[in-house]
């Protein structure tokens, strides 16, 4: 009986990390999920999207969500704007033209407290004139955009690649979005 018991007790200290049930400390305790950036993959190169939960948990969520589904890959930017009033680059458009979408909308968040003002990098969602009616597009600031405040929620923040950014036109194709570990970039202070 003492034998089946150790055997028994090595199998399941052997096979526990194999069926997903590691810990991070104590029996019992979940693993916690690392944190992720959004990498947007285009010929121009490589721009790191760090994701604010916290400033808009469903949007977040959402662009995750399309990223595992691979919904981006290969989508254009479809609008760039640079005059005085807007300045931004904008993709996620599966029509290409700034009409298309998953088939959903998500309700806006930009009256979460936590959210981040347009400055140069923020990625926001687009979204038509309506409320709640943002599913995919989204837009990344050239330069800050104070007067969008309050009006588009605000999701991320380019970390790397903003010279990428920079150098984005309209038709640059998106060859994909991939999410990977947080720890994989370095991130300004």
């Known amino acids: ?9 090595a199998a ?25 950036v959004a990498v947007i993959t285009t010929k121009k190169g490589k721009i790191v999207i760090e ?39 904008q993709g996620g458009d599966p029509k290409g033209n700034g009409e298309g979408g998953p088939g ?4 806006d968040e930009y009256t979460n407290p936590n959210q981040v003002p347009h400055r140069r990098g923020t990625v926001a969602m687009a979204r038509g004139k309506t409320p709640n009616s943002a599913g995919s597009q989204f837009y990344i600031c050239l330069k800050a955009q104070p007067h969008l405040d309050g009006q588009y929620t605000t999701f991320g923040e380019v970390i790397q690649g903003m010279e ?21 970039y370095v991130i300004p202070k």
């Open 1 to 9: 009986m003492r034998k089946r018991i150790l055997l028994i007790t």
């Open 12 to 36: 399941v200290a052997i096979l526990l990390p194999w069926i997903g049930c590691a810990t991070s400390g104590n029996i019992g305790e979940p693993q916690k999920e690392e944190e992720q």
């Open 51 to 89: 994701l604010y939960p916290d400033a808009a948990p469903v949007t977040v969520d959402n662009f995750k969500k399309l990223i595992k589904r691979k919904f981006y890959d290969w989508l254009t930017f479809h609008r760039k704007e640079d005059n005085p009033r807007l300045n931004i680059i």
């Open 104 to 107: 959903y909308t998500i309700i």
């Open 164 to 184: 990428v950014v920079d150098q984005l036109e309209v038709g640059d194709v998106m060859r994909k979005i991939r999410l990977e570990a947080k720890s994989k």
